[in-house]
Structures are given as structure tokens and as C-alpha cells.
């Protein structure tokens, strides 16, 4: 089911990346970002493509996180979490399993 989807680690977020949305701010930092289309989206004409991409930013994790031991489990709760975008999961529904 992650056929065709890239992971990747950059620096810090572009915001012409994230849209009008912003990010970075005392209520809410970027660790990740998905940016494809969502598996219960895709429809029989959905085909060559380019992947669907999960970016984790390492500078807000290392700036949030205060040990290797938490950048590692936000690593791994931030992929889980776009990951679950991947699959069709809405922010709503991201928080309700945990994972947000």
C-alpha cells in the first residue's frame, strides 16, 4: 500500500510548500508534510504518476526535541501521522488514533 511514495528529511519547511497555511508559530510547529493524493481519492485514472512524498523536517525537530531519544519518537509519530494522510485520514480522525 506505499507503492510509488517517497520519505524524505529536509532542513526546514518552504512555505510556498504548505500553501497559505502557517506553520512554525507558538500553537503549532511543521515536523511533516504529506503532499500527493491520498489512496481513497485516487480513482481507475489515477496512473503514471509522479510519488506521492512524506517530508520530515529535521530543524523544527531539533529545535522541539531535547534528546535523540524524542527526536526519534517524533520522527516516528510525525511519518505515522502523514502516513495516515496517505491513506485518506483527516486531521480529526489523526487525533482520535493518537497520532497528532
Request: aromatic letters at 8%.
Amino acid at each position: 500500500m506505499l507503492d510509488n511514495i517517497d520519505v524524505v528529511v529536509e532542513d526546514e519547511p518552504s512555505p510556498g510548500a504548505i500553501g497559505a497555511r502557517s506553520f512554525d508559530t507558538e500553537d503549532e510547529t511543521l515536523f511533516g508534510l504529506y503532499e500527493g493524493t491520498p489512496l481513497t481519492e485516487r480513482d481507475s485514472a489515477y496512473s503514471m504518476v509522479l510519488p506521492d512524498k512524506i517530508t520530515v523536517f529535521r530543524g523544527p525537530l531539533e529545535r522541539e526535541c531535547g534528546s535523540t531519544a524524542e527526536i526519534a519518537r517524533e520522527v516516528r509519530m510525525t511519518v505515522v501521522h502523514e502516513l495516515a494522510h496517505h491513506f485518506g485520514l483527516d486531521e480529526r480522525q489523526i487525533d482520535e488514533l493518537g497520532f497528532a
